[in-house]
Structures are given as structure tokens and as C-alpha cells.
């Protein structure tokens, strides 16, 4: 069964530090998105990419986020100077179609900032 | 007013019993709904999906929609151990890709 892959599982980083979270969506999946949970908190949506370009970001994806679709697989998030507060586990998520339908989640990077 | 509300538990049932699991939301604009089951510090798992109001089963999970009362059901029939994880509505708008908007999860435990 096609599964949305993401790497590394767990990373940790130095505040201020660069990060690169990456994700390989399922196949022929049109939208794809970033979502984060704080431990104990709920799932937030932070930014969602369809055809090369941002569709839509929330008040959390503030200019040290960055998204980017290199190669046509994989789909990146980059935090250029990461702060205690990014500490989270991140998802990547992708839905097949325009309609709103099934969104399928990555296993998620836990990403520690020190 | 949160936008999705789901109690967080925990919901402790014996094994084969039934599990109730229910979101609340405020926003009319929600027109699909989705339950998640999420084990401790992995990505959530999709399990039911539904647009319209009205029941919808799948093995042992059935999920309710009401959309007039704004009001969303899951149910597990004959419950095991491996049920034991948090729980997760999502819901989103109609518009193409809309972002999913989740509760605070529902922490299940079966116990054998």
C-alpha cells in the first residue's frame, strides 16, 4: 500500500540552527502539506503546497519556514533558525485529488531543539 | 469558542465492549470528516472518511455525521487491546485541498 514517507524520524538540532525536514508523498498525489503537534497539543496545520506553490499557511509558518518541491517527489520543509519552541513532531500529509478527500500522514519527524 | 472540541479522555472500556468516541464544531463550512487513530509519537492513521450526514460503517468502526447538530460520532464494536490510542476527528471546508482542522484527540484504553 503507498505510504508517505518522511526522514529523518528523529533530528536534533542546535537552537538557531538549520533544519530540513523532508517527505516523499504518495505517488500522483496532487496536494501536499506540513502539519506539527506539540507533545500533549493537538495537530496544527502550518502550510499547504499544490502546483509548485503555497495555497495556503497559518499564522505559525512565519518567515523562518520555507517549503520547496526540488525534484517532483520530494516535498521539504526548511526552519532557518530554529528556536526552542519548533520542538514538535512534524507531519507531512498529501490528498490524491482537488477534491477534498483522504488526507494520509507521514510518520512524522520529531524534531528536538536544544 | 474552539473551532473542533473533542474531550480527551481517558476512555477506559473492557475488552469486546463498545467504544463511543464524539467531536463537536462551530464552523458550518466543515463538510468532510475524518477519524484518526494515533499511537504514541507516530502520525495519525486514517480510518473513517465521510461528507454527508448520516452513518457510515466499516468493520467494526461506524461514523456518524449530524451536520444540523454539528456533531460527529465514531464507534468500535467489540474493542481490543490494539484499539488502546488516541483518537483524532478532522474536518475541512469544501474548497479544493482545504487544510484539515483537528480536535485535541481522545485517549482510548481496552483493557484485555
Known amino acids: 500500500e503507498p505510504e508517505v514517507t518522511q526522514t529523518p524520524s528523529h533530528q536534533v538540532t542546535q537552537m538557531g540552527q538549520e533544519v530540513i525536514l523532508r517527505c516523499v508523498p504518495i505517488?500522483?498525489?496532487?496536494?501536499f502539506y506540513w502539519y506539527r503537534q506539540i507533545l500533549g497539543q493537538k495537530v496544527e496545520f502550518l502550510v499547504s503546497f499544490y502546483n509548485n506553490e503555497i495555497s495556503e499557511k497559518s499564522e505559525i509558518f512565519d518567515d523562518q519556514f520555507s517549503v520547496e518541491r526540488p525534484d517532483g517527489s520530494n516535498f521539504t520543509l526548511k526552519i532557518r533558525s530554529t528556536k526552542l519552541e519548533d520542538s514538535a513532531m512534524y507531519f507531512c500529509?498529501?490528498?490524491?485529488?482537488?477534491?477534498?478527500?483522504?488526507?494520509?500522514f507521514g510518520q512524522g519527524t520529531r524534531l528536538t531543539v536544544v | 469558542q474552539k473551532e473542533v472540541e473533542q474531550d480527551p479522555g481517558p476512555l477506559s472500556v473492557p475488552e469486546g465492549a463498545i467504544v463511543s468516541l464524539n467531536c463537536t464544531y462551530s464552523?458550518?463550512?466543515?463538510?468532510?470528516f475524518m477519524w484518526y487513530r494515533q499511537y504514541s509519537r507516530k502520525g495519525p492513521e486514517l480510518l473513517m472518511y465521510?461528507?454527508?450526514?448520516g452513518n457510515k460503517e466499516d468493520g467494526r468502526f461506524t461514523a456518524q455525521v449530524d451536520k444540523s447538530s454539528k456533531y460527529i460520532s465514531l464507534f468500535i464494536r467489540d474493542s481490543q487491546p490494539s484499539d488502546s490510542a488516541t483518537y483524532l476527528c478532522?474536518?475541512?471546508?469544501?474548497?479544493?485541498?482545504?487544510?484539515?482542522?483537528f480536535g485535541g484527540g481522545t485517549r482510548v484504553l481496552v483493557k484485555p
Open positions: 478532522a474536518m475541512s471546508g469544501a474548497a479544493a485541498g482545504n487544510k484539515l482542522t
Open positions: 505517488s500522483n498525489h496532487l496536494y
Open positions: 465521510t461528507y454527508s450526514s
Open positions: 500529509a498529501s490528498i490524491p485529488t482537488e477534491m477534498n478527500t483522504e488526507a494520509f
Open positions: 464552523n458550518s463550512a466543515f463538510q468532510y
